[in-house]
Antibody, heavy 117, light 110 residues
Framework: QVQLQESGPGLVKPSGTLSLTCAVS?????????WSWVRQPPGKGLEWIGE???????NYNPSLKSRVTISVDKSKNQFSLKLSSVTAADTAVYYC??????????WGQGTLVTVSS | SSELTQDPAVSVALGQTVRITCQGD??????ASWYQQKPGQAPVLVIY???NRPSGIPDRFSGSSSGNTASLTITGAQAEDEADYYC?????????????FGGGTKLTVL
Protein backbone atom coordinates (compact mmCIF):
# COMPACT_ATOMS: atom_id res chain seq x y z
CA GLN A 1 0.00 0.00 0.00
CA VAL A 2 1.50 3.28 -1.12
CA GLN A 3 2.12 5.86 1.59
CA LEU A 4 3.34 9.43 1.26
CA GLN A 5 5.17 11.53 3.84
CA GLU A 6 5.97 15.22 3.57
CA SER A 7 9.01 16.73 5.26
CA GLY A 8 10.69 20.11 5.43
CA PRO A 9 11.00 23.31 7.47
CA GLY A 10 7.84 24.48 9.19
CA LEU A 11 8.94 28.12 9.16
CA VAL A 12 10.20 30.14 6.20
CA LYS A 13 11.13 33.82 6.14
CA PRO A 14 9.36 36.22 3.77
CA SER A 15 11.06 36.45 0.36
CA GLY A 16 12.73 33.11 1.04
CA THR A 17 12.23 29.74 -0.63
CA LEU A 18 9.94 27.04 0.69
CA SER A 19 11.37 23.55 0.18
CA LEU A 20 9.50 20.32 0.86
CA THR A 21 10.08 16.67 0.05
CA CYS A 22 7.55 13.86 -0.31
CA ALA A 23 8.85 10.37 0.38
CA VAL A 24 6.97 7.54 -1.34
CA SER A 25 6.88 4.14 0.36
CA UNK A 26 5.13 0.91 -0.50
CA UNK A 27 5.43 1.53 -4.23
CA UNK A 28 7.66 2.98 -6.91
CA UNK A 29 7.66 6.59 -7.96
CA UNK A 30 8.40 5.27 -11.44
CA UNK A 31 4.93 3.73 -11.71
CA UNK A 32 2.48 5.17 -14.23
CA UNK A 33 1.20 7.98 -12.07
CA UNK A 34 1.61 11.69 -11.74
CA TRP A 35 2.69 13.01 -8.32
CA SER A 36 1.19 16.26 -7.11
CA TRP A 37 1.50 19.00 -4.53
CA VAL A 38 -1.64 20.60 -3.11
CA ARG A 39 -1.89 23.28 -0.44
CA GLN A 40 -4.57 24.53 1.93
CA PRO A 41 -4.31 27.90 3.70
CA PRO A 42 -5.72 27.87 7.23
CA GLY A 43 -9.51 27.74 7.12
CA LYS A 44 -9.62 27.75 3.32
CA GLY A 45 -9.97 25.33 0.42
CA LEU A 46 -7.57 23.18 -1.56
CA GLU A 47 -5.28 24.64 -4.23
CA TRP A 48 -3.38 22.49 -6.71
CA ILE A 49 0.25 23.60 -7.05
CA GLY A 50 1.61 21.26 -9.69
CA GLU A 51 2.62 17.73 -10.62
CA UNK A 52 5.49 15.66 -11.93
CA UNK A 53 5.90 12.36 -13.78
CA UNK A 54 8.86 10.09 -13.12
CA UNK A 55 10.30 11.13 -16.49
CA UNK A 56 10.60 14.65 -15.12
CA UNK A 57 7.67 16.13 -17.05
CA UNK A 58 5.86 18.77 -15.04
CA ASN A 59 2.65 20.78 -15.06
CA TYR A 60 2.06 23.79 -12.85
CA ASN A 61 -0.80 25.97 -11.67
CA PRO A 62 -0.55 29.07 -13.88
CA SER A 63 -1.02 31.34 -10.87
CA LEU A 64 2.11 29.90 -9.22
CA LYS A 65 4.14 28.81 -12.23
CA SER A 66 6.70 31.62 -12.07
CA ARG A 67 7.67 30.64 -8.50
CA VAL A 68 7.33 26.83 -8.47
CA THR A 69 9.75 24.04 -9.26
CA ILE A 70 8.85 20.37 -8.76
CA SER A 71 11.55 17.75 -9.18
CA VAL A 72 11.87 13.98 -8.79
CA ASP A 73 14.63 11.81 -7.35
CA LYS A 74 13.99 8.24 -8.50
CA SER A 75 16.99 6.88 -6.59
CA LYS A 76 15.40 8.04 -3.32
CA ASN A 77 11.81 7.36 -4.42
CA GLN A 78 10.77 10.90 -3.63
CA PHE A 79 9.74 14.17 -5.21
CA SER A 80 10.20 17.74 -4.07
CA LEU A 81 8.65 21.19 -4.15
CA LYS A 82 10.37 24.56 -4.20
CA LEU A 83 8.35 27.77 -3.97
CA SER A 84 10.34 30.97 -4.20
CA SER A 85 9.71 34.56 -3.07
CA VAL A 86 7.22 33.46 -0.43
CA THR A 87 4.91 35.81 1.44
CA ALA A 88 2.43 35.36 4.27
CA ALA A 89 -0.12 34.31 1.64
CA ASP A 90 1.89 31.12 1.11
CA THR A 91 1.26 30.01 4.69
CA ALA A 92 -0.62 26.74 4.36
CA VAL A 93 -0.72 23.03 4.98
CA TYR A 94 1.13 21.45 2.07
CA TYR A 95 0.09 17.99 0.92
CA CYS A 96 1.65 15.60 -1.55
CA UNK A 97 -0.58 13.12 -3.35
CA UNK A 98 -0.54 10.49 -6.05
CA UNK A 99 -2.71 11.23 -9.08
CA UNK A 100 -3.98 7.90 -10.36
CA UNK A 101 -5.40 9.58 -13.45
CA UNK A 102 -8.89 9.56 -12.03
CA UNK A 103 -8.30 11.07 -8.60
CA UNK A 104 -5.75 11.85 -5.93
CA UNK A 105 -5.11 8.82 -3.74
CA UNK A 106 -3.42 8.52 -1.35
CA TRP A 107 -2.48 11.82 0.24
CA GLY A 108 0.30 12.52 2.68
CA GLN A 109 -0.66 13.67 6.16
CA GLY A 110 0.27 17.26 5.29
CA THR A 111 2.79 19.66 6.77
CA LEU A 112 2.12 23.19 7.96
CA VAL A 113 4.48 25.80 6.57
CA THR A 114 4.33 29.26 8.10
CA VAL A 115 5.88 32.26 6.38
CA SER A 116 6.99 34.72 9.03
CA SER A 117 10.05 36.67 10.09
CA SER B 1 -8.10 28.31 -16.32
CA SER B 2 -11.48 26.78 -15.44
CA GLU B 3 -13.28 27.03 -12.13
CA LEU B 4 -15.40 24.56 -10.20
CA THR B 5 -18.23 26.01 -8.11
CA GLN B 6 -19.65 24.36 -4.98
CA ASP B 7 -22.22 25.54 -2.45
CA PRO B 8 -20.32 26.64 0.67
CA ALA B 9 -22.55 24.75 3.10
CA VAL B 10 -25.23 22.07 3.09
CA SER B 11 -27.06 20.36 5.92
CA VAL B 12 -28.91 17.05 6.17
CA ALA B 13 -30.91 15.31 8.85
CA LEU B 14 -29.42 12.11 10.19
CA GLY B 15 -30.41 9.18 7.97
CA GLN B 16 -31.64 11.35 5.14
CA THR B 17 -30.22 11.80 1.64
CA VAL B 18 -28.11 14.77 0.60
CA ARG B 19 -26.71 15.86 -2.75
CA ILE B 20 -23.61 18.03 -3.04
CA THR B 21 -23.02 19.62 -6.43
CA CYS B 22 -20.04 20.89 -8.39
CA GLN B 23 -20.40 23.04 -11.51
CA GLY B 24 -17.85 23.92 -14.15
CA ASP B 25 -17.16 23.84 -17.86
CA UNK B 26 -14.38 21.27 -17.41
CA UNK B 27 -16.99 18.77 -16.25
CA UNK B 28 -18.34 18.58 -19.80
CA UNK B 29 -15.04 16.88 -20.72
CA UNK B 30 -13.81 15.24 -17.52
CA UNK B 31 -15.38 13.34 -14.66
CA ALA B 32 -15.13 14.91 -11.23
CA SER B 33 -13.43 13.24 -8.31
CA TRP B 34 -14.76 13.82 -4.81
CA TYR B 35 -12.86 14.08 -1.54
CA GLN B 36 -13.94 14.05 2.09
CA GLN B 37 -11.89 16.05 4.57
CA LYS B 38 -12.45 15.97 8.31
CA PRO B 39 -10.89 18.58 10.63
CA GLY B 40 -7.15 18.19 11.00
CA GLN B 41 -6.98 15.36 8.47
CA ALA B 42 -5.86 14.98 4.89
CA PRO B 43 -8.52 14.67 2.18
CA VAL B 44 -9.70 11.17 1.28
CA LEU B 45 -10.90 10.15 -2.19
CA VAL B 46 -14.51 8.93 -1.97
CA ILE B 47 -15.75 8.92 -5.58
CA TYR B 48 -13.95 8.88 -8.92
CA UNK B 49 -14.81 8.37 -12.56
CA UNK B 50 -18.39 7.79 -13.61
CA UNK B 51 -19.37 6.44 -10.18
CA ASN B 52 -16.59 4.45 -8.53
CA ARG B 53 -15.72 4.08 -4.87
CA PRO B 54 -12.22 3.25 -3.61
CA SER B 55 -11.94 0.27 -1.34
CA GLY B 56 -13.27 1.03 2.12
CA ILE B 57 -15.68 3.78 1.12
CA PRO B 58 -19.26 2.96 2.17
CA ASP B 59 -21.78 2.34 -0.60
CA ARG B 60 -23.99 5.15 0.69
CA PHE B 61 -21.64 7.43 -1.30
CA SER B 62 -22.39 7.70 -5.00
CA GLY B 63 -21.60 10.05 -7.87
CA SER B 64 -23.31 11.23 -11.02
CA SER B 65 -22.81 13.79 -13.74
CA SER B 66 -24.92 15.72 -16.25
CA GLY B 67 -23.68 18.45 -18.54
CA ASN B 68 -21.50 20.82 -16.55
CA THR B 69 -22.62 19.52 -13.15
CA ALA B 70 -21.29 16.68 -11.06
CA SER B 71 -23.02 15.47 -7.92
CA LEU B 72 -22.04 13.54 -4.84
CA THR B 73 -24.97 11.84 -3.12
CA ILE B 74 -24.95 10.43 0.38
CA THR B 75 -27.92 8.12 0.90
CA GLY B 76 -28.70 7.72 4.59
CA ALA B 77 -26.21 10.26 5.97
CA GLN B 78 -24.42 9.28 9.16
CA ALA B 79 -22.94 11.49 11.85
CA GLU B 80 -19.45 10.53 10.71
CA ASP B 81 -20.17 11.96 7.26
CA GLU B 82 -20.02 15.49 8.66
CA ALA B 83 -17.01 16.94 6.87
CA ASP B 84 -15.85 19.22 4.08
CA TYR B 85 -16.28 17.83 0.58
CA TYR B 86 -14.24 18.93 -2.43
CA CYS B 87 -14.58 18.13 -6.11
CA UNK B 88 -11.78 18.29 -8.66
CA UNK B 89 -11.12 17.58 -12.29
CA UNK B 90 -8.69 18.27 -15.07
CA UNK B 91 -9.00 21.71 -16.68
CA UNK B 92 -10.36 21.71 -20.20
CA UNK B 93 -10.21 25.46 -20.85
CA UNK B 94 -6.73 25.45 -22.31
CA UNK B 95 -4.00 23.19 -21.03
CA UNK B 96 -5.62 19.85 -20.23
CA UNK B 97 -2.83 19.02 -17.85
CA UNK B 98 -3.93 21.46 -15.17
CA UNK B 99 -6.00 20.41 -12.19
CA UNK B 100 -8.74 22.46 -10.54
CA PHE B 101 -10.50 22.08 -7.20
CA GLY B 102 -13.90 23.35 -6.16
CA GLY B 103 -14.11 25.69 -3.20
CA GLY B 104 -15.52 22.98 -0.95
CA THR B 105 -18.86 22.28 0.72
CA LYS B 106 -19.21 22.00 4.48
CA LEU B 107 -21.71 19.25 5.26
CA THR B 108 -23.51 19.38 8.59
CA VAL B 109 -25.45 16.33 9.78
CA LEU B 110 -28.29 17.42 12.06
Amino acid sequence: QVQLQESGPGLVKPSGTLSLTCAVSGGSISSSNWWSWVRQPPGKGLEWIGEIYHSGSTNYNPSLKSRVTISVDKSKNQFSLKLSSVTAADTAVYYCARDKGFGFDPWGQGTLVTVSS
Amino acid sequence: SSELTQDPAVSVALGQTVRITCQGDSLRSYYASWYQQKPGQAPVLVIYGKNNRPSGIPDRFSGSSSGNTASLTITGAQAEDEADYYCNSRDSSGNPQEVVFGGGTKLTVL
